[in-house]
């Protein structure tokens, strides 16, 4: 069956500290998108990188769609960085759904 | 613009009820999705439209729940006989799309929490 999966589920970092948060998916992906769920529920649009590399300011973002894995990586973490990170995938045997990972908590402290 | 919009933002209802969501898209947007969130989870995709039409369906959505788009632009959800397991964020997004194949940059509302007693 379809499987996105991300790790790590729970993250505690330090204040300043840098970390890489995971997405590995079963099949060939149209659409990739990370965001950020704050703690209203919002979620946030962070990348639209369904291949290849991109940044904004301290985050950037990579997926090697040949082998089936997306990364976020947050530099120089701050206490408002905090909350749930997602990622979405559209698949091509899937149609137009789109599946969401089971996310990441992170927790930054100061 | 002012991005996706969802209405009401907090609801509340006894079990056996209808309720009745609404979200208004990004207005160029012709696609619109609604998915559901409960705690802990990440959102799971129930259905989405392409302009009026309504392309696909999740088995998550049963025969209480129906969704309209009528005119293309804003979408209701509707559930009837309410349960306590219909208890969730109800969360829409819009996006471009393109002929059958895939979206570009789907953006969210902020979401209906639904609670049942």
């Known amino acids: 069956g379809i499987q996105v999966e991300q790790s790590p589920p729970d993250l505690i970092l330090q204040e300043g500290a840098n970390s890489t948060l995971r997405c590995n998916f079963s099949d060939s992906v149209n659409n990739l998108q990370w965001f950020h769920q704050n703690p209203w529920g919002q979620l946030i649009n962070l990348f639209y990188i369904p291949s290849g590399t991109k940044q904004n300011g301290r985050l950037s973002a990579t997926t090697v769609a040949t082998e089936r894995y997306s990364l976020l990586y947050i530099s120089s973490s701050q206490t408002t960085d905090s909350g749930v990170y997602f990622c979405a995938v559209e698949l091509e045997v899937a149609g137009n759904q789109f599946y969401f990972g089971t996310g990441t908590s992170l927790t930054v402290i100061p | 613009d002012t991005g996706v919009s969802q209405d009401p933002r907090h609801k509340i209802t006894k079990r056996g009820q209808n309720v009745t969501f609404r979200c208004d898209p990004i207005?160029?947007?012709?696609?619109l999705y609604w998915y559901r969130q409960t705690l802990g989870q990440g959102p799971e995709f129930l259905t989405y439209?392409?302009?009026?039409?309504?392309?696909?369906k999740s088995r998550l959505l049963s025969d209480r729940f129906s969704a309209e788009r009528p005119k293309g632009s804003f979408s209701t959800l509707e559930i009837q006989r309410t349960e306590q397991g219909d208890s969730a964020m109800y969360l829409c997004?819009?996006?471009?799309?393109?002929?059958?194949?895939?979206?570009?940059?789907?953006?969210f509302g902020p979401g209906t929490r639904l609670t049942v007693t």
């Open positions: 207005s160029e947007h012709n696609r």
């Open positions: 997004a819009s996006s471009q799309g393109q002929g059958i194949r895939s979206s570009y940059e789907q953006y």
């Open positions: 439209f392409q302009n009026e039409a309504q392309l696909e």
